[in-house]
């Protein structure tokens, strides 16, 4: 009885920081609720809940979380690129050309993208993280279809496009939803 | 004592020189490398190595990458073809506070000195004489205080009765709290007001008790109260209504906030750059923002942060409380009409006491990607600035027209008189070179041909109506601007009138941009919308062609369409004009005039214009 008794209380003091009556729920509901609103809900649960930090996170924070995961997948990318643009000598130019052009848009993603969401998510002029989302899906995409034949970088453009899409999307819901 | 010498700061001039230091390229380009002088503006570029974050590693990438390769199917020919002629634009602008102040028009613009993205925003200044023309000046403010380290935003200016200048603008702190701010031109007989001050007891707004520390920002141009106070008010939200929050002050510095809200729209948003300002019934011109009377209505736009779209309502003051109520709630503020139905935002006017009329300027962004940004150096613009007044023949609409001093650039114009297009074709329009025009053109229809045409129950909208491919009774008819001999790529502005099944009329104005490129990396929508055509009205549009953006006015400027174009073949000599008609039922007669448009010069000031500057004055508009 003592027991239950501490159990409850502990579950009321944890409540009481959780003003948002959403998150007594506990912030397993809250992943799930906002990656359902996301058109890849798989990848989004699975980015948000590989990261601890996404414990206790607010809504922002899973952003946050997202972009972070955007910047280490197009830095994969861009290192891959690099890879197999140094292996030369094995490429047609075609592909080295495309290989090219898609370094140049993951630069981008990289050293544009990322720091103009994260400036916006900061300071709380949310359309600029959310065009700074979109492009990179753009980026992503564009690099996939420069390849004219069969592209080295499928898989990992997808998931950057993807990824991009997601951040797009929960950056909406604060927009929309939260004041915060 | 505001006027004080306080927290004194110098505008940092920004390099003048073409050279600019690209953020992704420590190689600075020039002249040599295909930049032309006349594009060059302020570039306070840095460039951004280790200690800025960028990892070592990507530096050594970048230099088994070859400088000279574009993203796909960018060339620099057509990248360098986008930079416009007469429209204003630096590295990256915003929307901010133009005034006119002795004999010049200024503009202070949004402005991001380290990159071709949002982030890092101060306060750029340019200054003109006819708003066409403008000289660039250095940095007005910067954020080197607390309050505004995160951001110099969106501000506006109030001059006073005695000609001073007050500049309120919302600073982004430390802790990314949005405040709004005093500043004031350290030097009012400067012409140039080159240097600012800022008032050593900023912040002189902190967000109230209620309101969330980052939905408060752009405060407007302040007008007076009967009781002899200023009043402003800035936008906000309150869970998913747009609201604007009203506070009344004697000297700028101490506030107090009214209770009731200037006025709410529920499910809107956030309301960013709330322009609030009165214009007249009766009389075809402007008025000061403190005006009021029987002849006047109000008009509160409002900027929503949730579509990026502009929108405005007309509507009654009522002066005692500091509300507004919109004449028709169905079309309130952000839920009815738009200033433009393409590419524009955080637009606001300024009465220009220079020629008594109210200016609104808004800001354009790019449709391409950011690495086409990058490449190019540049991304955003300014529309052409318009006049507003209101539309005394529908009672519903402001009217917009570009500045008559647009007109200064018109070279040699081309009339065609009564062009007939029958159903189903395209006449090319002979003028030369297609990249920088002004058309003005008007349609007739042919009476019978309305009366007699098959009504259909199907909803036109601009958006799904198929764009102008798709042939209706009657319409889609208009022009076809950015085109290629051979149409592979074209932009056609267009009407098209919708017959419904009991036999009314509709209008709507539009813009496909679904084949204005062969590029896949480019916005392609169709934007438009509903225009009001009276008895007896002709259709009638004007076209401003300026490389990569189209403004498009219909019906004097009642329905407004500006886009962004990035062709890769219908640039330079091949790009063309058309009259086209794919209305099945209607021939059309189109009268069109066509000018050639020469460039505005867009430079830094230097000291020979000093001496211009002499000559000028005596000539000045």
């Not at chain 2, 002899?228 to 998913?240: A, H, P, Q, V």
């Not at chain 2, 008025?287 to 900027?303: A, M, Q, Y």
Request: charged fraction near 25%; hydrophobic fraction near 35%.
């Amino acid at each position: 009885m003592k027991n239950l008794i501490v159990i409850l209380f502990a579950f009321l003091v944890c409540q009481a920081n959780a003003f948002r009556p959403i998150l007594l729920l506990g912030n397993q509901n809250l992943i799930e609720r906002t990656c359902k609103q996301t058109p890849f809900y798989d990848l989004c649960i699975w980015s948000l809940k590989s990261n601890p930090e996404s414990r206790d996170a607010s809504v922002k924070k899973l952003a946050q979380i997202m972009v972070d995961s955007l910047k280490t997948k197009a830095t994969e990318t861009f290192d891959l690129i690099d890879e197999l643009l140094q292996d030369g000598l094995a490429l047609d130019p075609e592909m080295q050309k495309a290989l090219t052009s898609c370094a140049e848009r993951y630069n981008v993603i990289i050293r544009g993208d990322v720091p103009e969401i994260n400036a916006a998510l900061k300071t709380g002029d949310y359309k600029f993280a959310a065009k700074g989302a979109n492009d990179a899906a753009i980026e992503a995409n564009s690099c996939e279809i420069e390849f004219p034949t069969k592209s080295p970088l499928t898989d990992m453009n997808k998931v950057v496009h993807d990824v991009s899409v997601v951040v797009a999307s929960i950056v909406k819901i604060i927009q929309t939803k939260f004041s915060f | 004592n505001y006027w004080s010498d306080n927290a004194r700061i110098h505008g940092s001039l920004a390099s003048s020189t073409s050279k600019r230091t690209h953020p992704l390229r420590p190689v600075s380009r020039g002249p040599a490398q295909g930049v032309s002088e006349k594009t060059s503006g302020i570039w306070a570029g840095v460039s951004r190595g280790p200690a800025q974050g960028v990892s070592e590693k990507t530096n050594r990438v970048r230099a088994s990458v070859p400088w000279n390769i574009l993203p796909e199917p960018w060339n620099s020919t057509m990248l360098e073809w986008q930079r416009t002629a007469f429209h204003f634009q630096p590295e990256k602008n915003w929307m901010n506070g133009p005034l006119f102040y002795n004999g010049w028009y200024h503009f202070f613009y949004q402005y991001n000195p380290n990159g071709a993205v949002w982030g890092d925003i101060v306060w750029g200044h340019a200054v003109s004489k006819d708003l066409i023309n403008w000289f660039h000046l250095p940095l007005a403010m910067v954020a080197d205080q607390w309050y505004d380290k995160n951001g110099v935003w969106t501000g506006s200016a109030t001059i006073l009765p005695d000609g001073k200048i007050v500049m309120l603008y919302t600073g982004s702190t430390t802790e990314a709290v949005q405040v709004q701010n005093l500043a004031f031109p350290a030097n009012h007989s400067d012409p140039f007001l080159i240097d600012w001050v800022k008032y050593h007891g900023n912040p002189v707004l902190v967000p109230p008790p209620g309101i969330y520390k980052k939905d408060f920002r752009d405060p407007t141009t302040a007008w007076l109260t009967s009781e002899g106070k200023w009043r402003i008010t800035i936008g906000s939200k309150r869970d998913k209504t747009g609201i604007s929050l009203v506070y009344d002050t004697k000297d700028f510095i101490n506030y107090e906030m009214l209770e009731a809200e200037l006025h709410a729209v529920s499910g809107t948003g956030m309301w960013e750059c709330v322009d609030f300002f009165p214009v007249s019934k009766t009389e075809e011109k402007g008025l000061d923002t403190s005006i009021n009377g029987p002849e006047v209505k109000h008009v509160v736009k409002v900027s929503l942060d949730d579509d990026r779209h502009d929108y405005y309502a007309l509507g009654t003051y009522h002066e005692k409380n500091g509300s507004w109520i919109p004449d028709l709630p169905e079309i309130d503020v952000g839920i009815g009409i738009r200033y433009d139905y393409g590419i524009f935002y955080a637009s606001k006017t300024f009465y220009d006491q220079n020629k008594n009329r109210r200016v609104l300027w808004g800001w354009i962004g790019e449709g391409d990607s950011e690495a086409a940004d990058m490449e190019k150096g540049w991304a955003s613009l300014q529309s052409i600035p318009r006049t507003i007044l209101f539309d005394n023949k529908t009672g519903t609409n402001l009217l917009q027209w570009p500045v008559e001093e647009i007109e200064s650039l018109r070279l040699n114009g081309t009339e065609f008189e009564k062009v007939e297009v029958k159903a189903g074709s395209v006449a090319p329009l002979d003028v030369g070179p297609g990249s920088q025009l002004d058309i003005i053109a008007e349609f007739e229809i042919d009476k019978e041909a309305l009366k007699k045409a098959t009504g259909s129950n199907i909803t036109f909208s601009c958006q799904t109506g198929g764009g102008a491919a798709k042939s209706g009774a009657l319409g889609p008819f208009g022009i076809l601007v950015l085109a290629d001999e051979s149409l592979s790529e074209q932009t056609p502005v267009y009407f098209y009138i919708a017959k419904d099944s009991d036999g009314d009329l509709k209008t709507f104005f539009c813009t496909d941009l679904s084949r204005s490129s062969k590029a896949p990396d480019v916005d392609k929508q169709i934007f438009g919308s509903y225009v009001p055509v009276l008895k007896d009205e002709n259709l009638s549009l004007r076209v401003l062609v300026d490389h990569s953006i189209v403004e498009s006015f219909a019906q004097g400027g009642r329905t407004v369409i500006t886009s962004r174009i990035y062709p890769t073949e219908a640039i330079n000599g091949a790009s063309r004009v058309f009259l086209f008609n794919n209305a099945t039922e209607t021939c059309v007669t189109a009268s069109v005039k066509i000018w050639q448009m020469d460039s505005a010069f867009i430079r830094p000031y230097s000291d020979d214009d000093d001496k211009d500057d002499d000559d000028r004055k005596s000539s000045a508009p």
